[in-house]
């Protein structure tokens, strides 16, 4: 059986200092980055043959699903779960995303993501016994448009590749901006577009955007975030226009 | 009232379902998960869901959706759920639609339905191959919704560990470990739902993620809540009454926790559907009993979840001291293959009794367990060790239910036994911990609407005809 090394970047505890460790695995081809950790879990002893602590990891649906194993993999946001060694060159590099707190080794917290998807109220308040107001079927290109906003996996690697997100800005990022645009396809959306628009207006919103971009490239479900961020910037001007027209 | 009196463990469809029914009332409640969606194996559901829609005339009837989910669950699903169920199904679907799901859709519009494997007619809606991802997400935009107004507190990122129970056996909330600071923390309730999913995860690789292990019921069977059917793969789960309650008083199970939709085996399409169900119609079970209760939780002492506190204080250094040299995800990884092995779709008296055997010497390993994280913080190790002392009572049970019905019915397939035998085995497992081993005892089934005879299926109660 072959080997392959895994090069980890390593910490205890948010306030401590990071370290490096290189452990040696075996490998057969096909495996993911995932089924290699398992290894080191298995056997937690590092290239030079001293053992230490497990490298701890987030585990989730381990399908690709829940982009809970998002990490840096050789540099570049991934899912853990559904990165294919065999592509990767040698020593695979694994890092913990830089632009959320770590909590340890590949483990971070992403909770300022989660609190962005309540402060964007990207959902439709409507209850299970309200009455039906006849479903509005949407056109097949909105359709499309609908499937593909509605595929991401808030695995936050669109936030880790943009250059305007990050600790000294408020900017909630593209896949919130994603979710309001999806839920502005549906016309029982748009009923509260207007508030969900305030939001986007204030600091941290749309505007921040620097366009660049790279959230496009590291969507692992190739959604065209460059796109939803548009219509919202247009959406946002419009809303601006309508309300100084009162 | 500020104080949230219903503790939901698990954010799954059945876990979310759950709340979002109870916060639509201006109930407020406290959903506690591991992980969020990434813990929940709903997400991962690709089968679709059934509904016998009104306006589709096409010879399917609500009637037929029902007699056909109890066939296929071989007469082991508890008939006035999935009854209702198959009312209440295309509901949830204008429901879900209202609040932003789209179904898969021809050209024209007009939703498209898939006929799967034991199904008469084609009565399936489905999101592409992603249906239990949709919802998911649907359901938790409608989470945050309720978060954002105040009605859902969630607690993600926190482990159970065990249920309080008081000196007259009443639940009275749960405790659980912080995932990072390892902090144990009791939340004291007047009804705790456990919506913790199935236990798919016996095995490794599982099909059902990471967490849904079967540890939480693990957790729960051995402070006495009965378990039930386990050995039909996948279907089984914590027992529960006609209210979605346990043994324990004031502590409910719903979705695929529970045992009470699925039976022997499951009709394709009907798992997300049973989640749905099972967490709205929680509410007003819960509510009901909570009412009826003459002390509520607020005036119990606080020195009965101090207590539990300090036993899984206690618990956890249990696994901290073990000296041995046994590797924990060697001996999950040797669990997940004599599960598969022993006790999978080919199964005997031979292999079952296998299984046992070894499902014990894992057991015994266990003591002597070498953890290579002794922290208090983030330590995977430690929360996987605790839940995999678990697994292995459920495992157990998985066996021991499995040796004893001598038949073949649904997904529990013996060999030596290749006949469904009605006469014996017409009946629900329900499964007891005791130190030495699981204890079995079999529970008759209320055949309310259909009995299996041959040929035709009877129709044994007259407001049967009404429906549709």
């Known amino acids: ?246 | 009232m500020t104080e949230s009196t219903i503790v939901i463990v698990g954010s799954g469809v059945s876990g979310m379902s759950a709340a979002v029914s109870a916060a639509q009332k201006g109930i407020s409640i406290t959903l506690i998960s591991n992980a969020g969606l990434a813990g929940a194996s709903s997400l991962l559901d690709q089968e679709g869901l059934n509904a016998v829609m009104p306006w589709k005339n096409d010879g399917d009837s609500i009637e037929r959706h029902f007699e056909e989910s109890i066939e296929t669950s071989q007469f082991l699903a508890r008939q006035d759920f999935v009854r209702h169920m198959c009312e209440e199904a295309p509901r949830f679907v204008s429901y879900l639609e209202r609040i932003g799901l789209l179904f898969s859709r021809s050209a024209t519009g007009a939703p498209l339905f898939k006929k799967l494997k034991d199904h008469s007619h084609p009565r399936t809606l489905f999101c592409e191959e992603r249906t239990g991802f949709q919802i998911s997400q649907i359901l938790n935009q409608q989470v945050r919704r309720f978060e954002k107004a105040g009605l859902i507190q969630r607690r993600e990122g926190w482990e159970f560990l065990s249920v309080v129970i008081d000196q007259r056996g009443v639940c009275r909330g749960i405790t659980a470990m912080d995932r990072t600071t390892m902090e144990i923390k009791s939340y004291p309730a007047d009804a705790v739902v456990m919506a913790s999913g199935s236990y798919g995860g016996l095995c490794m690789p599982s099909k059902g993620g990471y967490f849904c292990d079967g540890s939480a019921a693990g957790a729960l069977y051995g402070q006495g809540v009965f378990l039930a059917n386990l050995e039909f793969t996948g279907t089984g789960g914590i027992w529960v009454d006609h209210r979605q309650m346990t043994n324990i008083e004031g502590l409910f199970a719903v979705g695929s926790a529970s045992m009470a939709y699925q039976g022997a085996q499951s009709l394709p399409g009907n798992r997300l559907l049973s989640n749905l169900h099972s967490g709205f119609s929680l509410v007003d079970s819960s509510v009901h009993y909570i009412s009826s209760l003459e002390n509520k939780v607020s005036q119990i002492s606080p020195d009965l979840f101090l207590e539990e506190i300090r036993r899984q204080h206690f618990f956890n250094q249990t696994f901290l001291d073990r000296s041995g040299n046994e590797n924990l995800y060697e001996l999950k990884t040797e669990l997940g293959d004599c599960i598969t092995q022993y006790a999978g779709v080919n199964r005997s008296e031979g292999s079952l009794k296998k299984g046992e055997e070894k499902i014990r010497e894992l057991d015994s390993r266990l003591k002597k367990l070498n953890l290579s994280d002794h922290s208090n913080w983030r330590n995977h190790e430690l929360l996987d060790a605790r839940r995999f002392y678990y697994m292995l009572d459920v495992a157990l049970a998985v066996v021991k239910g499995a040796l004893l019905r001598r038949e073949s019915r649904g997904t529990h397939q013996r060999e030596d036994y290749p006949k469904r035998d009605d006469r014996n085995f017409l009946k629900t497992t329900k499964i007891a911990f005791t130190p030495l081993g699981p204890e079995i005892e079999y529970e008759d089934i209320h055949l309310k609407y259909l009995k299996p005879q041959a040929p035709a299926l009877a129709v044994v109660d007259e407001s049967w005809n009404r429906v549709g």
Request: glycine share 6%; proline share 5%; charged share 20%.
């Open chain 1, 1 to 246: 059986m072959e080997t392959i090394t895994l090069k980890i970047k390593r910490q205890e505890r948010p306030e401590a200092p990071y370290y490096w460790e290189d452990f040696k695995v075996s490998y057969t081809p096909g495996m993911t980055v995932t089924a290699l950790l398992t290894q080191i879990q298995k056997k937690p002893i590092n290239d030079r043959g001293e053992a230490t602590q497990s490298v701890v990891y987030e585990n989730g649906c381990c399908q690709g699903a829940c982009g809970a194993c998002t990490m840096l993999i050789n540099g570049r946001p991934r899912l853990a779960c559904s990165t294919i060694a065999d592509h990767l060159s040698a020593p695979i590099v694994l890092e913990p995303l830089t632009k959320f707190p770590v909590i340890r080794d590949l483990v971070v917290d992403r909770s300022r993501f989660f609190n962005d998807l309540i402060r964007a109220s990207s959902w439709i308040s409507s209850d299970f016994n309200n009455p039906d107001a006849g479903l509005v079927i949407p056109s097949e290109s909105i359709q499309k448009s609908y499937r593909e906003l509605s595929s991401c996996t808030f695995c936050g690697s669109c936030l880790e590749a943009c250059p305007q997100y990050n600790s000294r800005s408020s900017f909630v990022g593209a896949a919130v901006i994603g979710q309001i645009r999806l839920i502005h396809l549906l016309p029982m959306g748009r009923m509260e577009a207007s508030q969900r628009l305030s939001i986007m207006m204030e600091e941290g919103g749309v505007e921040d955007c620097g366009h660049v971009g790279n959230c496009v490239k590291a969507c692992p479900e190739g959604i065209d975030l460059r796109s939803a961020i548009a219509r919202i910037e247009r959406e946002v001007t419009v809303e601006a226009v309508r309300r100084l027209l009162g």
